[in-house]
């Protein structure tokens, strides 16, 4: 450094340093006052309105008819006079409670339903109230992950109908269908209180900067000194990464002794963190090597339960009528998807692919004990139905974790093509006829496995001519998800097996659907695991 630069420096003195210093400070801490005062407030807010929503979705399953939902299998059925008596209802009801909607949905397949809704006054002026079955075509995630998991969810949304703040509670009919009730408040008056909250929080935090910039000033007289010395041995622990140094910390120690205000205060403070800051370092060192041995045992139990399944391909070489081909691909280092194949005898061939309730190492966990008892219960099995009834159970009893897995599982008879296959609430397969026709096969009852013990499964029979194939996939298939929060979808399955349809092998398939699914995906991250399972008749 020159001479010029080294007046330059002594120029601008300790004193306007150490008020530029307090200056920052003062403002961090102003915004972070300020910031956390407005989040506090706005928790309380929003903890009001979901209060007044999760009231109103009680009032509102009270106005709808009991025994209403378990009536209700398609757009007529529910007469329009009742539907008009409780729109009016609802509608009287939201009006009172200062809501924009009330609701209720229900999910068939991948698409959801009006089934319930209250009107607005406008609405109601114009007769554009939503009828019974108007299909959601706007539908938030939220409300289909509700569906899904039978969670309630509050939510915030835009839509052709407005900006809402809304609640979904999903209810469980007697016949074992879900159906969602949910009710909406306008994000305006919530913009407005919170706008109002911010603007105070804000008045707050300069008010306390101000205050704070006042009194700082008049203290930074005495604290140059000590202060100097303190930034001086904080440098130095800096410059020696953090390493302590037994003198320097004396001498903190002995400034913290000596003074008995904020400086000492500080002094005190820094050598207590200094302290502090040698147990942490060990501390992360001992969490690194944890970590790092966590991941090579992750990595071991990838390749443990990848290693359970079935991977030879060909499965049975010396099978002339039957090609099957796999593949499984986890989100994570384990995943919850399976899926199996053996020969029961000399003609039956037992196949099945899953998908566990969750993801990491329970799922895992739970898929490997699913995957085994499967096959074991295989060997003995009397039909589809008997096998799942059988599996179910055994999970029942043994589900601590209070997991369940999805399954599709049939028993193909060699000699013939004869199918008899068992739904566990899984993703309905794939038929790809030898002359490219293709459809979805009718899923017989059955619910996911693990949930009640005397759950019912009815099996159903299918004819495989030579050259057919039953494809089998996990929903990570059908829900993989671009960047754009786009799902691949069943369509795009199909349309990707329609050009498949001519392949002469099951692997040619598995692996045209998966490079078909990452060639959409791009490079958003993978959210759920994959598993495809083809299944080809040759005769």
């Known amino acids: 450094m020159n001479p010029a630069e080294t007046r330059g420096r002594r120029r601008f003195g300790l004193r306007p340093q150490l008020l530029l210093l307090l200056f920052l400070l003062n403002l961090v801490a102003a915004i972070s006052y300020s910031t956390m005062l407005y989040m506090i407030d706005r928790r309380e807010i929003i903890a009001g309105i979901d209060n007044r929503l999760a009231t109103a979705v009680h009032a509102a399953r009270e106005i709808i008819p009991e025994g209403y939902h378990s009536r209700i299998h398609g757009p007529n059925s529910i007469a329009p006079a ?26 068939f397949g991948p698409r959801i339903y009006t089934v319930a809704t209250s009107a607005t006054p406008s609405e109601r002026a ?46 469980r009919s007697p016949d074992g269908r879900w159906h969602v009730i949910g009710a909406d408040v306008e994000l305006a008056s919530l913009d407005r209180r919170l706008n109002d909250a911010l603007q105070t929080s804000i008045l707050i935090g300069l008010a306390m900067f101000a205050l704070s910039m006042v009194v700082g000033s008049l203290l930074v007289s005495r604290l140059i000194g000590p202060l100097v010395r303190l930034t001086a041995y904080t440098r130095n622990i800096e410059e020696r990464r953090f390493q302590s140094n037994d003198e320097e910390l004396h001498a903190m120690q002995a400034i913290g002794g000596a003074r008995a205000d904020e400086v000492g205060s500080l002094a005190e403070a820094m050598s207590a963190m200094i302290a502090r800051l040698q147990r942490y370092l060990i501390e992360m060192e001992a969490a690194t090597v944890a970590r790092e041995r966590v991941e090579g045992e992750l990595s071991a139990a990838r390749d443990i339960q990848i290693g359970m399944l079935p991977r030879r391909f060909p499965a049975f070489p010396h099978r002339s009528e039957i ?17 199996n194949y053996a020969m029961i005898d000399d003609h039956r061939l037992f196949f099945v692919i899953g998908d566990v309730s969750g993801k990491g190492v329970p799922a895992a966990l739970f898929m490997a004990m699913t995957s085994t008892l499967f096959k074991a ?32 599982a049939g028993i193909i008879d060699l000699r013939d093509g004869q199918v008899e296959y068992a739904d566990a609430g899984h993703e309905a397969p794939f038929l790809v006829r030898a ?10 009852e059955g619910m996911a496995l693990g949930i009640f013990d005397d759950a019912r499964f009815e099996s159903a029979m299918l004819k495989l001519e030579p050259g057919d194939s039953l494809v089998l996939f996990t929903d990570g298939v059908s829900e993989a998800t671009t960047a754009d929060e786009e799902f691949f979808t069943v369509d795009r399955i199909a349309a990707a097996l329609a050009e498949l349809a001519e392949q002469n092998s099951a692997r040619a398939i598995t692996g045209g659907l998966f490079d078909r699914v990452n060639l959409f995906v791009g490079d958003a991250p993978q959210f759920d695991d994959i598993a495809i399972l083809a299944v080809q008749y040759r005769g």
């Open 126 to 171: 114009r007769g554009t109230q939503t009828r019974f079955w108007t299909r959601y075509d706007t539908a938030p995630q939220a409300l289909y992950r509700s569906f899904d998991d039978g969670r309630v969810r509050f939510d915030e949304y835009a839509d052709s109908f407005g900006r809402f703040r809304s609640i979904y509670m999903p209810i």
């Open 323 to 339: 090609d099957i081909h796999a593949l499984l691909d986890p989100a994570k280092e384990v995943g919850g998807d399976l899926y």
């Open 82 to 107: 009742e539907f008009d008596r409780i729109q009016a209802r609802l509608s009287a009801f939201a009006d009172r409670a200062g809501l924009i909607y009330v609701y209720s949905y229900m999910r």
């Open 377 to 408: 219960a295989s060997m003995t099995a009397t039909s589809a139905a008997a096998l799942m009834a059988r599996v179910n159970a055994e999970l029942v009893r043994d589900n601590a974790a209070t997991l369940f897995v999805t399954a599709f």
């Open 435 to 444: 002359d490219g026709g293709i459809s979805r096969l009718p899923k017989p």
